[in-house]
């Protein structure tokens, strides 16, 4: 019965930790996809040791394996606008221009950076606790197609194409810094919402290795 109870467990472990990394990587390519797999179940197999052939509590290393198999996690998305204005000078006037650009922001972890001083487990009150990785915005992406002109000016003397050039050479400078700039202000935001969605995924991926754990994130 003890054995079957094992056999048990190990199967719900290695069955959530490719339930868990499918949905962590739906988008990832096909190589990522097999490295990714194929770390989980390197996991799973620590984790059969640990519950048979050890036939003792997890230690903090299968913890932080689990953890780490997952690679990144996406932990918050937001939607900005990114202002531009830029203005040239000329002998027939000057042009000026005013661009908005929508833009969508992914902020994410790495948890292949956990370290094992990052992992603690207390097995008289079956805590584990996790000190959260940095989150990191990730690249910004701006939506050109959605850019809206919110003013332009083109002298009578100016051509279309001297405007045209403006527009061009403004979102060239300034839309990838101004966009990250504006990802940035919400870093606070993402690392609370960040600390909700970490130990949560945490909590589904160890329950079914230790029904009595619960985890907290630093």
Not at 49 to 56: A, F, G, N, P
Not at 128 to 139: A, E, K
Request: proline share 6%; net charge neutral.
């Amino acid at each position: 019965m003890k054995w079957n109870r094992l056999a048990i467990s190990v199967g719900v472990v290695a069955m959530t930790l490719f339930g868990t990394v499918q949905s962590v990587h739906a988008q990832a390519s096909p190589m990522d996809t097999v490295r990714v797999v194929g770390d989980t179940v390197k996991e799973g197999l620590k984790v059969v040791e640990e519950l048979t052939t050890k036939q003792r509590l997890p230690t903090v290393k299968t913890f932080l394996g689990m953890a780490q198999s997952s690679a990144k996690l996406e932990v918050m998305k937001s939607d900005g606008q990114i202002i531009m204005e830029g203005e040239d000078e000329g002998l027939l006037g000057n042009n000026r221009v005013k661009i908005m650009v929508p833009c969508k922001f992914r902020y994410q972890i790495d948890l292949n950076e956990l370290r094992a001083g990052d992992v603690q487990f207390d097995p008289s009150r079956m805590i584990v606790t996790v000190r959260m990785p940095p989150v990191r915005l990730d690249d910004p992406s701006p939506d050109r197609e959605s850019m809206e002109i919110l003013e332009q000016v083109n002298p009578t003397f100016r051509s279309s194409g001297s405007l045209q050039d403006l527009r061009d050479r403004v979102l060239a400078e300034q839309l990838k810094p101004r966009a990250r700039t504006k990802g940035e202000e919400s870093a606070d935001l993402a690392r609370n919402a960040g600390k909700a969605m970490l130990q949560k995924f945490l909590q589904q991926v160890y329950t079914p290795l230790m029904p009595d754990i619960r985890v907290f994130v630093e």
